[in-house]
């Protein structure tokens, strides 16, 4: 599903998780497929955790996993900044997650956090665009954390 809908978009190509481990290292065509997209004009920005902020410092205790999720960001980091074109844009995000947003043009997957439960183990929901309430809820919410969120440093030292 996760590279369908990558393989689909056009367009723009929106990520907001902390880490998002799981589709660089169990879709092996997602980092050149989004690499390509980039190339070919399609807006992809990327929001992760900020491995230095408090937010992921609390969902590591929350999780009781010591630093595994800003082991998992630093990872992501490393992935993207070594594979992505210069219009990719990456920016590090310090905010409460309450959901990870994944957006495909007018498709979106909506992964729903709860508390103590790890992000695979939590519902999701596909959205498409078809009156536009929900889908532009969660547009809102990704508008608002970029907004407030800094560029990636780690990311560009890398390119």
Do not use: C
């Not at 799981?22 to 065509?29: I, N």
């Amino acid at each position: 599903m996760w590279t369908e809908l990558l393989r689909n978009a056009e367009r723009s190509i929106e990520l907001l998780a902390f880490a998002g481990l799981f589709l660089t290292e169990e879709h092996p065509d997602w980092l050149p497929t989004l690499a390509a997209k980039a190339e070919r004009g399609a807006r992809v920005r990327l929001l992760l955790g900020d491995p230095n902020g408090v937010q992921l410092s609390a969902r590591d205790a929350e999780y009781r996993i010591g630093d595994g999720v800003a082991g998992r960001v630093a990872a992501v980091l490393t992935y993207y900044g070594q594979r992505m074109p210069n219009t990719v844009e990456v920016r590090l995000h310090d905010t409460p997650l309450y959901n990870s947003i994944y957006r495909f043009d007018d498709e979106m997957i909506v992964n729903v956090h709860a508390y103590g439960v790890l992000a695979a183990y939590t519902p999701t929901m596909h959205l498409r665009r078809v009156d536009g309430a929900y889908f532009n809820t969660y547009i809102e919410s990704y508008e608002r954390v970029w907004a407030g969120a800094r560029s990636s440093e780690t990311v560009t030292e890398q390119r």
